[in-house]
């Protein structure tokens, strides 16, 4: 048995990604187990009742990848999340048809036995891990313990993560961001844009080359890109019309003062630089840049302006042009995405992701009926 040494996940390197250290963790376990062929973790999220891929690590090149499902549609993962319990499966080709699209998957790649443990932070479903085996029955008790480290170091990189999400959440629900946030800040607008920036980035991710891990950090850490409106004044956060040349000076310096809240947090909390802070940091300070160098506040441009911050800021352009605003009547979904296109056109927002909303007006509207917008 290896050292405790030896089991350092290597998350404190900015470059080593969630699906980095889950290949490591893979090796180790292939090393005193090779017959453990695939290790997954799929997401839970509450706010839409879905279940989706998010990192793994196996022998197939093609992946079981931007795939979702409601948890209430797999009656057995329902079910551990239910009882908190753990499951094997001897035998896959031995289960009563009909067999969901994840264990098609699994048998059409030979595997056959399987491991499944819910994650959980204190009461809070986040997930699943899945260890995988193409040798039937190989899941004893004998390797049932043997796997126990593993599954703790698989759940402490989720944690994480979340970690870093639930402390910058932190510094915009306190009680004086709280004040400051209950115009269009809403829980429901947050809700909105992270939905339909998730929608993007899943829609986008095979042609820019991004994963499971991409879009779901897209979609956690899209909700913190105003964290820096907890310093503008409520006369000009709350003003019911048009914004005055300083005023807008001033509601512009809320990228400047979330970059600096970000910095800062990191550097007392002591939280590691990993790329899922990367994508944090760059939701915040480039979600008001862009493609040609007309945004701010450091007129980023091309192919400096980081994929992330691009789908924010459509995501984010939408809602509010499909939302109510004491100073004008909400456009249209149609309309709102004519305005995107030509904007797109004239150079200023991706049109790889303006064409990825439009061409699913269905999750769109389906968005806005779950959280509170009708249009």
């Excluded at 891929?53 to 499902?69: I, Q, W």
């Excluded at 800021?313 to 309309?335: G, H």
Aim: overall charge negative.
């Amino acid at each position: 048995m290896p050292n405790a040494d030896s089991f350092e996940v290597p998350a404190g390197d900015a470059g080593i990604s969630l699906t980095e250290q889950m290949r490591w963790l893979h090796a180790r376990v292939r090393h005193h187990h090779p017959q453990v062929h695939r290790i997954a973790i799929a997401l839970y999220d509450s706010r839409h009742d879905m279940l989706k891929t998010y990192v793994d690590s196996g022998d197939v090149p093609d992946r079981l990848a931007l795939y979702e499902r409601p948890l209430a549609d797999v009656p057995s993962l329902f079910d551990l999340a239910h009882n908190h319990s753990a499951r094997v499966i001897h035998d896959m080709a031995r289960l009563p048809p009909p067999h969901g699209e994840h264990t098609l998957w699994l048998l059409s790649h030979g595997y056959r036995s399987s491991y499944t443990v819910p994650l959980y932070q204190s009461a809070k479903l986040l997930g699943f891990l899945f260890f995988d085996s193409r040798r039937p029955g190989l899941f004893d008790s004998r390797l049932l313990h043997a796997l126990q480290m593993y599954v703790q170091l698989c759940r402490l990189s989720v944690l994480n993560m979340f970690s870093l999400w639930q402390a910058v959440a932190g510094i915009a629900t306190n009680a004086g961001a709280r004040a400051h946030l209950r115009d269009i800040e809403t829980g429901r607008h947050l809700d909105r844009m992270s939905s339909y920036s998730r929608l993007i980035a899943k829609a986008v991710a095979p042609q820019f080359g991004r994963d499971d891990e991409f879009v779901e950090h897209v979609y956690l850490f899209s909700p913190l890109h105003d964290v820096g409106k907890v310093g503008v004044a409520d006369s000009v956060l709350l003003k019911p019309g048009p914004l005055t040349v300083e005023e807008r000076a001033a509601m512009q310096e809320h990228v400047t003062l979330g970059a600096w809240l970000i910095d800062s947090m990191m550097e007392e909390g002591g939280i590691t630089a990993t790329p899922y802070f990367e994508v944090l940091n760059n939701i915040v300070r480039c979600h008001h840049e862009f493609l040609d160098g007309s945004g701010y506040p450091q007129q980023v441009a091309g192919d400096a302006l980081p994929l992330e911050a691009r789908i924010v800021a459509i995501a984010d352009i939408f809602d509010a042009l499909t939302s109510v605003r004491p100073y004008r009547t909400p456009c249209s979904n149609d309309e709102a995405l004519t305005e995107l296109q030509r904007m797109a056109d004239a150079g200023q927002l991706d049109p790889h992701c303006v064409s990825a909303l439009a061409c699913s007006p269905g999750g769109v509207t389906g968005i806005q009926q779950k959280f509170g917008l009708t249009a």
